[in-house]
């Protein structure tokens, strides 16, 4: 029985509404053996119109229903969400077909172009959506998190702010936004700054000339490290003497920070004017490249520098 049939036998006899629906279901045609009239494409447009209303509330109640469960974490949580919103419509749309009258099987010669047609259309869609699953079931990917997706051609960092249905949303530190599909997270090299610690390790090269007091550079970088904002107590910042260069001598700080979703550019930043000041303060000199020329004594290169003397010797 379909929607408009229920709506007729509930009607009162001779009511007024009974006559205009009559007369709506007048104005139609036929489609094969199927007529459609006004009145049943009105009742077809308050069944979809009345399914989506009902699956959106179903979806928004028991997202807040898995919200005030205790004991699950955020990315279950979503997880649930995702999986209870596709259970959810795919009965909406079985019981407005029903509501409808429509008889699905009429579709099975249909079924297998479609099916096709359907494949190679949504193969994107699909994938990403089972991406998308798989990512929040094996929680290497959670919102919130500190990412570098490398897809070959870019390195995008920034944090995960949400995971779609299709993409997962990644905001930079200039506030752009990133939609990256998430098969593209399955398929290629991604960093998780925060899958098990939201500690990271940022290393810092410095350069001073030659014949500066090691030990001095050493005690001014782990007191520039200390005061710099944001680098972590412990683990303790460390200063190594990476190389004896050409033109300096080379070290490397190593240092802790534990919001990496705040930046790294900026506590580099910090920690470089920092020691800068502190080199300032005690005269060590930054280094600069520097190169030895040497001549050979030859018969030309003394004729050269004769005539140069001799040059200078003139009023």
Do not use: C
Not at 9 to 25: F, H, K, S, Y
Not at 89 to 113: C, E, K, N, Q, R
Not at 181 to 199: A, F, G
Not at 283 to 311: C, F, K, M, S
């Amino acid at each position: 029985m379909t929607a408009s049939e229920v709506v007729l036998r509930e009607l009162p006899d001779g009511g007024g509404l009974e006559t205009a629906i009559a007369a709506l279901d007048r104005w139609g045609f036929m489609i094969g053996e199927a007529r459609i009239s006004l009145w049943t494409t009105l009742v077809a447009i308050f069944v979809v119109i009345g399914a989506l209303i009902m699956g959106r509330v179903i979806i928004k109640l028991s997202s807040w229903l898995i919200n005030k469960i205790h004991g699950i974490d955020t990315t279950q949580q979503l997880l649930a969400k995702k999986l209870v919103s596709i259970a959810v419509w795919t009965l909406t749309f079985l019981l407005a077909v029903d509501l409808l009258g429509i008889d699905l099987t009429a579709l099975a010669v249909f079924s297998g172009a479609l099916g096709l047609a359907l494949g190679f259309g949504l193969q994107k869609t699909f994938g990403n959506l089972l991406a998308g699953i798989i990512l929040l079931m094996d929680r290497s990917i959670k919102p919130g998190d500190v990412i570098a997706v490398n897809d070959g051609i870019s390195n995008t960092v920034g944090q995960v702010k949400k995971i779609g249905i299709r993409a997962v949303s990644v905001i930079t530190r200039d506030k752009k936004e990133y939609l990256i599909p998430n098969e593209n997270l399955m398929i290629n090299q991604v960093e998780n700054w925060s899958y098990s610690s939201r500690d990271v390790r940022i290393k810092v090269p410095i350069s001073v000339a030659h014949g500066s007091d090691v030990d001095l550079i050493e005690s001014l970088i782990l007191q520039a490290s200390r005061e710099a904002r944001r680098v972590m107590d412990d683990p303790a910042p460390s200063v190594w003497l990476a190389a004896l260069g050409r033109d300096a001598i080379e070290f490397e700080v190593h240092f802790w920070i534990s919001d990496p979703e705040e930046g790294i550019g900026n506590v580099r930043s910090d920690l470089l004017k920092a020691i800068l000041r502190l080199f300032r303060e005690h005269q060590i000199e930054v280094p600069y490249p520097q190169r030895d020329l040497h001549l050979r004594d030859t018969a030309g290169l003394r004729a050269l520098i004769a005539a140069a003397n001799g040059a200078e010797g003139q009023p």
